[in-house]
């Protein structure tokens, strides 16, 4: 039953482009292809290149991978600087319960290494720990990839969107999970590379690599939040957490100019006042039960991306 929606809703690549040209006016110098999947846009390659020809713009894309043995070389040669491929668990039982799919691992095994041979590294490694269902898999996680050249990033399970039926006594803290790598591969603290970088940055102590953890539930960073995020059809969101957005693609197709464009992201940029993830960690410090009322229903992940 789910609705999706009709091509002339969707954004067309000369808008997305245009958008993030006039982004990168504003100061903008990272961008995300993100989904759902991204590698089910058709001709995404085409629209790698027309976001490769805007000045000093880093461009990643995150994917669950399996379409890159296919797409990766395709994707370098058109441009693409980094991958993130999610990957929560190496035993198949657990990925497809994580996942609810019918795959394995080892398909997104074999994009991270299509990636990697074609000249997409380092990739980043994504993993969401929920207690109960893989946090067993957080130490074969870090032996497998530790030297990988690849760098593997924990992320605390969060209440994205209003269908995963989330508690807090499912997240497995970020505490939880540096203490029992480091019970077996020691590691230690490495400062940020950048004012708003989510992950913090751990390094093994023998110098075979490093790990992310993203501790968005029990330390947020509402207040070093430097990201927006555009969806298919035209939506700009402040917030990960959202349950508006706004519409950009009015603006696109109703005849405003670069300059008025840039003044109307402004005006939202500028006005800003999200800190739901802060809001909710008091709330869910005051009481174990503590829910954060709502508003309205948030976007699920599957549609605004990570």
């Known amino acids: 039953g789910f609705h999706f929606l009709e091509r002339k809703e969707i954004l067309t690549f000369e808008e997305i482009s245009r958008t993030a040209r006039v982004f990168a006016g504003l100061g903008l110098h990272k961008i995300r292809l993100t989904g759902g999947e991204p590698l089910l846009r058709r001709d995404i390659a085409r629209l790698i290149g027309m976001l490769g020809e805007i000045p000093e713009l880093d461009m990643?894309?995150?994917?669950?991978?399996?379409l890159l043995p296919e797409l990766a070389p395709e994707l370098k040669a058109a441009g693409l600087g980094r991958v993130t491929v999610s990957l929560d668990a190496l035993d198949p039982?657990?990925?497809r319960q994580m996942g609810d799919t019918e795959i394995g691992?080892?398909?997104?095994?074999?994009?991270?290494e299509a990636a990697s041979a074609a000249g997409l590294r380092p990739l980043k490694i994504n993993a969401v720990i929920k207690r109960g269902m893989n946090e067993s898999e957080i130490l074969p996680l870090a032996k497998f990839f530790k030297g990988s050249g690849h760098i593997l990033r924990f992320i605390e399970y969060m209440d994205v969107g209003a269908t995963n039926g989330w508690r807090m006594e499912e997240v497995v803290t970020a505490q939880e999970i540096m203490a029992e790598i480091h019970s077996e591969l020691p590691i230690e603290r490495v400062p940020p590379t950048y004012m708003g970088e989510v992950a913090e940055r751990w390094r093994y102590l023998d110098g075979d690599g490093e790990i992310g953890i993203v501790a968005s539930v029990t330390r947020p960073f509402c207040g070093n939040c430097t990201r927006a995020r555009l969806s298919a059809e035209g939506k700009l969101y402040t917030c990960l957490?959202?349950?508006d957005g706004h519409d950009l693609r009015q603006q696109?197709?109703?005849?405003?100019?670069?300059e008025s464009l840039a003044r109307f992201i402004t005006g939202i940029w500028r006005g800003r006042s999200d800190r739901y993830s802060e809001l909710r960690r008091a709330a869910t410090a005051s009481s174990e039960d503590a829910a954060l009322a709502e508003t309205g229903t948030r976007i699920e992940m599957s549609y605004i991306g990570g």
Do not use: C, H, Y
């Not at 691992?105 to 991270?112: A, D, F, K, M, Q």
């Not at 696109?252 to 670069?258: A, E, F, I, N, V």
């Open 105 to 112: 691992p080892e398909s997104v095994l074999r994009g991270i």
């Open 60 to 66: 990643a894309l995150t994917t669950n991978g399996v």
């Open 241 to 243: 957490f959202a349950t």
């Open 252 to 258: 696109l197709r109703g005849g405003s100019g670069d």
């Open 93 to 95: 039982e657990i990925f």
